[in-house]
């Protein structure tokens, strides 16, 4: 933090000391996690988090897992000490809590354990670990529930307050009456045990610290992190142009209902602050898609982390110049009885998309070139999931909640590509899990896992791919599978002329050759699997069978691009036909490229190519006066004018530099298919065009974005 400058009567040597103890620590409290803990979602996934808090509910330091869980795990300490103050607490104790309502929970799965930390007899601080928990009761196994109305059908909901440990001792009472509504009471049991071992780890080495540099030195040199992290962001803020920016992005399917549901956000840059309102979305559902209040927080801190305090080591501090204002009762801030089990994933997520985009508009305005480079396309960021159960071999009830829906692509930035499979990006450490561990524990046979070539957004620099697999059953008849997919029909966009990228889905496919497959000695491929028939659920969907031979196939969502495809580098884009990412017909169509015989570039046509696909955008001749040296095509501010890079012509001397752009608009589906990207069509319930904006000087793409329009009523 070299920004921010250290007050006299402070030593940086132990103010960095203190700060990289408490990363470390969080950091083992989550091994410990990991090597006490019995469920994939954990070991494999990596889907949990671990942090300490001070004793007033303060973030001292949070483990680099999922960053969703900073706005759910600072809202569920709080929480807790409202309920349960004047109580007495002691060493040993632990509560639980897994309510998105009442607790601050991302969805009920993602449980809760927070235990008090003390020296001596006095209260000092907080330790806290969460993971997704593989089952939770309600109606449909593993907490996902699509048909639900209400909160009541999707699971146990424990509140702040309850009381597991007692002393070091687990309350009998409240463990018997928790297993009874769970399936899987034995795997429960012992990831609740490894979260009271985290939490234990946490308490033991933050209590030997403090005993190291003494609580009034230890608590002076924490103060002073906050300060010196918060005093950095907001001198970031004020290199962002005061204003007010706007966007918006849509949930697509509530569970039961088809339609789009709006996330819109207005944010207000004002000196070292940052407003984030999003007055104007959709009221809460009837679905499963409603996103938690804590959720939302840790959508919003996902993307303030990379995009302003990328060096920064998160703490309490980082979160202080910015208000979310949220109204109650929307899609964003729901209020009970509304179901919220896969809010975080679908319209948490989208708000982090949202987020992202108004900061990239905001970033792109700036005079400071670091802060210019903060832009990117959008990630993918949702989930796209499948959770198979039924009974095993053994006899033994198995939900399987498959984490490779985290496989999602990340949005292209300004120096690269996106990183295929990335996660979300509230999943700073996303894991795929492992196929044969997969394979080991649940009745499954992996037939291909890959990327997938029509999920990335093309661009200068194109976007992450997600991930593309199916697996059949193993071992025994049927299964039950609950499905989501909700990046399907609009999907991450671009930025600065990059493309949008492709969506997520799922299909059955029945009357297989698999039987014949699995004594094959030859590798199996998508080309190998034959079917009669191919099923697509609806986008969200539970209660699915799934027989022995039949298949299920899954692809996720990829990121969106950067900067116009025609500023690629033609020999990026010959080595991403050789490697079967791009088609030679996409590579000439949409990025200008003209391969020979061989694979090579013939950049004699390639010339001829990208100037003709130019003149065809504006419908004249295009003027490049410095060729292709800028870093993209996204407009840039200098001197109060907008600079197109890739030519250094002057595109508008307006506030809004689309006003003088020219623009086209086209179906998405059909456009993004021409361009080697497919997606799911509106399906008479939406519908999505793709608006284009071209520089009117030299044809360069400057921005695409996408319109949604609901053509039938929810």
């Not at 899987?184 to 609740?192: A, E, G, R, S």
């Not at 924490?222 to 962001?233: D, H, S």
């Not at 204002?325 to 896969?342: C, D, H, M, Y």
């Not at 570039?601 to 800028?630: F, K, L, M, W, Y």
Request: net charge negative; aromatic share 8%.
């Amino acid at each position: 933090m070299s920004d921010a400058k250290i007050p006299a009567g402070y030593d940086p040597v132990t103010l960095e000391v203190i700060r990289m103890r408490l990363d470390s620590i969080v950091e083992e409290m989550g091994i410990a996690m990991i090597r006490s803990s019995g469920s994939p979602v954990i070991t494999e996934g990596g889907d949990f988090n671990t942090a300490l808090f001070d004793a007033e509910g303060r973030i001292y330091a949070y483990s680099d897992f999922v960053q969703m869980h900073i706005g759910t795990g600072s809202m569920a300490v709080k929480l807790l000490m409202e309920a349960i103050e004047g109580e007495p607490l002691s060493p040993g104790d632990a509560f639980i809590c897994n309510d998105p309502h009442s607790s601050g929970a991302s969805h009920a799965p993602d449980t809760t354990v927070i235990s008090p930390i003390f020296i001596g007899a006095k209260h000092v601080g907080w330790a806290h670990s969460q993971a997704h928990l593989v089952d939770v009761g309600g109606m449909n196994p593993g907490g996902f529930a699509p048909a639900a109305t209400d909160c009541f059908s999707e699971a146990i909901r424990m509140p702040p307050g309850v009381k597991i440990y007692d002393r070091g001792e687990p309350v009998e009472s409240v463990k018997r009456t928790i297993l009874n509504n769970v399936r899987v009471p034995k795997l429960y049991w012992n990831d609740v045990r490894s979260l009271v071992a985290s939490n234990n780890t946490g308490i033991r080495r933050l209590v030997e610290t403090i005993n190291e540099f003494g609580l009034d030195e230890f608590t002076r040199y924490t103060a002073l992190n906050f300060e010196l992290a918060e005093r950095l962001v907001r001198t970031r803020i004020t290199a962002i142009p005061d204003g007010v920016y706007r966007t918006s992005d849509f949930t697509e399917h509530n569970g039961h209902r088809d339609g789009a549901f709006e996330i819109a956000c207005a944010m207000i840059v004002e000196g070292d602050s940052v407003t984030l309102d999003f007055e104007g979305s959709a009221p809460q559902t009837d679905g499963f898609v409603n996103c938690s209040y804590g959720a939302l927080m840790g959508a919003i801190a996902a993307v303030i982390v990379p995009v302003l305090a990328w060096d920064v080591p998160f703490n309490e501090g980082v979160m202080s110049a910015f208000t979310v204002l949220a109204p109650r009762g929307s899609i964003v801030n729901p209020e009970s009885p509304a179901p919220v089990s896969n809010g975080h994933l679908t319209t948490g997520s989208r708000v982090s998309r949202v987020v992202a985009k108004l900061f990239s508009q905001a970033c792109m305005r700036s005079e400071d070139a670091v802060i210019q480079q903060r832009t990117q396309g959008q990630w993918a960021d949702s989930w796209t999931g499948g959770i198979a159960a039924g009974v095993g071999a053994d006899g033994e009830y198995f939900v399987f909640f498959n984490m490779d829906g985290s496989g999602s692509g990340a949005g292209a930035q300004p120096t690269g590509d996106g990183v295929d499979c990335a996660g979300l990006m509230t999943q700073i450490n996303n894991v795929l899990p492992d196929v044969e561990m997969n394979e080991m524990l649940y009745p499954i046979l992996y037939l291909w896992r890959e990327v997938g070539p029509t999920t990335a957004g093309h661009g200068q620099f194109r976007g992450g791919m997600g991930l593309d697999f199916a697996w059949t059953l193993h071992g025994v008849d049927e299964a039950v599978q609950t499905v989501f997919a909700p990046i399907a029909r609009i999907p991450a966009e671009g930025h600065g002329g990059g493309l949008p990228a492709g969506g997520s889905g799922h299909a059955i496919l029945r009357g297989t050759n698999v039987e014949s497959l699995r004594n094959s000695k030859a590798a199996v491929t998508k080309g190998t699997v034959l079917f009669e028939s191919r099923d697509i659920p609806a986008l969200n969907a539970s209660g699915l069978k799934l027989s022995s031979g039949e298949v299920f196939h899954q692809w996720i969502a990829g990121g969106g691009g950067f900067g116009d495809p025609l500023l690629r580098d033609p020999e990026k884009v010959a080595k991403d036909v050789h490697d079967g990412y791009l088609a030679a017909t996409i590579a000439s169509q949409t990025y200008g490229v003209e391969l020979g015989s061989t694979g090579a570039v013939d950049h004699g046509a390639t010339a001829e190519r990208r100037t003709s696909i130019r003149r065809d955008r504006i419908g004249r001749e295009p003027q490049i006066a410095n060729g292709e040296a800028g870093v993209s095509s996204a407009p840039v501010r200098r001197d109060g004018a907008w600079i197109c890079p890739a030519s250094g012509a002057v595109i508008s001397e307006k506030d809004d530099w689309r006003e003088d752009a020219i623009v086209k608009q086209d179906e998405a589906e059909g456009w993004l298919s021409d361009n080697g990207t497919q997606v799911r069509g509106g399906d008479g319930f939406i519908s999505v065009t793709v608006e284009q904006f071209y520089s009117p000087v030299c044809g360069s793409l400057l921005d695409t974005r996408l319109a949604v329009t609901e053509l039938a009523p929810h």
